[in-house]
């Protein structure tokens, strides 16, 4: 289908199955996500600023622009993305509301980052001064084309909310692209940068200005990878996805933010050039990697050495990594394919990594942040220290800063830009992949106007109704999606009685010339249910972890509270039926006293050991960690 009409979105593709709705089209109004799109406005986004300050980050380009480079240059050789991403976040920010104080400090910002660009359009703190290492001479681990990569998704997000605004952010985008392509084009520099995020950057640089040699530069950027054009690395070349061309590969493997990031990229350039082989490789890819190497909780990457995916099946609760960025690469990833295909099953990767990876990684307060995020905590562990940068990826709580702090401005452009996820259309209708209290207006292809209103106590409770409030003038298809948890689901026409089942399938739809005023209700049934994991992920065999509708649940023991259940040999009775409490849901379970013992193995079956029957309380999983020291599991032995 092709897009006539360029919404406030973070991905706008050219053509594709879907038209994404942006956030100017889709405003969300209360409940889950708008609580937390407040929090990360008013707190969020102010602490990441002043820890961009405070850590010298954002400083590093006032001292290029006079020259003070490389003496006292602070951060990692990636921060410059930081101070990027923070802008993208607040540019989505303004677009969902204005605010005086916010624009004056964006632009700002701005012009700090602005002052430091070289007049050939050269733009890193790290790199290209007397003193520092020469430009792109560190492709592997420099970061350099990375960098640059959110600097222009700062920009698309700028131009798409604000177009025509005088800051000046997508002019200094646009300088630094050309270079790139004068650079890595054809003839030029024939490498990769060994993080990949460039792609996505380029291409959607490239569907704003309509420079098509940005989308040129991201495909050759995309077929580059995998042919060994960066060196081996103590982790293989899979560390960063330069072991086997892309379209060839046929699971994500390595680091899983990279190999997410480049899968997002690589899904652009083939919706832009129409290449439907590479497509279809990135979807088997995505589906092997659901279906092997990704946690209940959407999360990605098992292995802590190198921030990677494991093995097929490969997938330990207690060495959880699960990083904050991958899930978000994960939504990127899935996002496009979504738009591409329409596939639904897309979004269901989407929902359970916003509720249990997106919600869980920052705290109710908006102000701490868990960079990893796993699945069971043996140890309350020390608390990291509120005034101080965690030398540490995994804490023992959510930490106010890291010393590599990918993760908080990661989570704040993408709550800032939420409602960018909710809603697409095409020539037939309006389709609805999250469920949100939230206005929809838009139009279709052929102009019929479509305003709608969604109301919603989801994920507490599993009816959405659909109220019209603008007609099209004509029928149209309202399609819903079915998580894949949601058997029983239906959609009722409330004024004529008429109703559909969904009968197993991933989304709902009926059609009509619906009214100003009419009613749709899509009922959801929200059990709490034990959930069984594949008998060959061995480390959570004989386990069982509880979910209800998207959420994910777990039990947690606060180290401080004396009446706290003991985590580490309780067993779930899964013949009594999980139920619903207040704070969460209520498990039957039993704690046995074995006998102590100077060895931990013994010949033969051990006895039987007396035991302790009482209920255990289970909280939602994005709620884990937020009254202090804590044991944690979500995946309980059972019997």
Known sequence: MPITRVP???VCPSTGRLRPLGTDEVRITGGFWAERQRTNASATLPHIFAWLEREGWLGNFDLAARGGLPDGRRGREFSDSEIYKYL?????????????ALEERFRATVARVAAAQEPDGYLNTRFGRPGQGARWSELAMGHELYCLGHLFQ????????????DDGLLGVAVRAADLVCDVFGEGGIAAVCGHAEVEVGLAELGRLTGEARYVEQARLFVERRGHGTLPDHEWGRAYYQDDIPVREAEVLRGHAVRANYLSAGAVDVAVETGDADLLAALRRQWARTQSRRTYL?????????DEAFGEDWELPSDRAYAETCASIGSTMFS???LLATGGAGYADQIERVLYNVVAAAVSHDGDRFFYTNTLHRRDPGVAPDPDAASPRAFSSL???WFDVSCCPPNIARTLASVAGLVATTDADGLQVHQFVPATIRTALPDGAPIGVRLETDYPSAGAVKVVVEQAAGRPWTLTLRVPDWAGGATLMRVGTG?????EGAATISLTGDFAAGEELVLDLPMAAVFVHPDPRIDAIRGCVAVQRGPVVYCAQSVADDASAPDLAGVVVRTDVAPVPADSGVRVSADWPSPAGSAWPYEPGEAAPAA????????IPYHDWGNEGLCTMRVWLPAR
Not at 154 to 165: E, K, N
Not at 297 to 305: C, I, K, L, N
Not at 498 to 502: H, P, T
Request: zero cysteines; charged letters at 20%; hydrophobic letters at 40%.
């Open 154 to 165: 700062a920009a698309v997000a700028r131009g798409r909310t604000a177009p025509g605004a």
């Open 8 to 10: 406030a979105a973070p």
């Open 297 to 305: 909780t959407g999360g990605q990457g098992s292995h802590y050495q």
């Open 335 to 337: 996002w496009r394919l």
């Open 88 to 100: 993208e976040a607040s540019a989505w920010q303004l677009g969902n509301e204005p605010d005086a």
């Open 611 to 618: 035991a302790t029957t009482g209920e255990l309380l289970l």
């Open 398 to 400: 959510r930490a106010p």
């Open 498 to 502: 008429e109703r559909v089942d969904a």
